[in-house]
């Protein structure tokens, strides 16, 4: 049996296709969100790795900013619950798992089941969320996938605010003016991203095993912050993009099996 699990970010696009609530199949993104040709786009390449079509899929759920607007979805879940599923079943260990996206940062506390506890979020402000980091990553010349090496180099973090990206954008062009390093800037940059984050993950209580999720996860400056800040060490979540399409999947698979259940015990019941 197979399940499909879609999450439509505000900046990428991510599809997961299970094959008996365990087997990963297919797990692609496509760096556009909502709105854009990456839904669908994304939707075609799991299907045709996937070798499979649509009629195969038993049940489909989206997830993500975006979720209202995929036709093919038979229900939608929340990206926090989804997270959570996700993240469970690659590291059953997690206690708590920090997710930083295109446009908002979450920070959720898992119970030993994998259930959500408690949460926050961050939506209102693009600091320290993946927007931040590309608009630094466009004022300093670096691409994102070399950021944390760059950081990797730096000798004294420059101070960067965690309040506001303009402010920020601000500070950062005044940096290079005035000749402070690349390394340093950037190392400022993802201390102030750790900071919001563990702003969030204080408040839900911090406890291990701290996972991390979300695009910004693949920046592994911003991991050592974070672990930094927090006094912890931090797990990357495996393919870190995908796992909130990953727990809508699993949710998809659980809800198919517990309708053949519902309906054997109708069944079994009507012949006694």
């Known amino acids: 049996m197979f399940t499909m699990g879609i999450d439509i970010g505000s900046s990428s696009s991510k599809v997961v296709i299970l094959e008996d609530g365990v087997n990963i199949i297919a797990g692609e993104v496509i760096q556009i969100g ?3 040709t990456g ?8 299907l045709a790795k996937a070798g499979l079509t649509l009629q195969d899929m038993a049940k489909i759920i989206a997830t993500g900013y975006g979720r209202s607007s995929v036709e093919e979805a038979h229900k939608q879940i929340s ?8 993240v469970f079943f690659l590291v059953p260990s997690a206690k708590l798992i920090i997710d930083i996206g295109g446009q908002d940062v979450k920070a959720i506390k898992l119970d030993s089941k994998g259930c959500v506890k408690q949460f926050f979020m961050n939506d209102k402000c693009a600091a320290g969320t993946g927007r931040f980091l590309d608009v630094m990553s466009r004022v300093l010349e670096v691409n994102l996938d070399e950021m944390a090496e760059y950081d990797a180099r730096a000798t004294e973090p420059a101070t960067v605010s965690s309040t506001c990206t303009v402010f920020a954008e601000s500070e950062v062009i005044s940096q290079l003016a005035n ?3 690349k390394e340093n800037i950037i190392a400022g940059v993802h201390q102030s991203v750790a900071s919001k984050a563990c702003g969030l993950a204080y408040r839900c209580g911090v406890e291990e095993d701290i996972v991390m999720c979300g695009g910004v996860a693949k ?3 911003v991991v050592r912050a974070i672990s ?3 006094k912890k060490p931090v797990i990357v979540a495996p393919n870190p993009q995908i796992t909130a399409a990953l727990g809508a999947a699993i949710f998809a698979f659980e809800e198919v099996m517990e309708t053949v259940m519902v309906a054997f015990e109708e069944v ?3 012949n006694k």
């Open 179 to 181: 000749g402070v390093a």
């Open 268 to 270: 079994r019941g009507a």
């Open 34 to 36: 909502t709105g854009s």
């Open 79 to 86: 990206e926090i619950s989804c997270q959570a599923k996700g």
């Open 219 to 221: 920046d592994l400056g």
């Open 39 to 46: 839904p669908k786009r994304v939707l075609d390449e799991a």
């Open 228 to 230: 930094k800040e927090l």
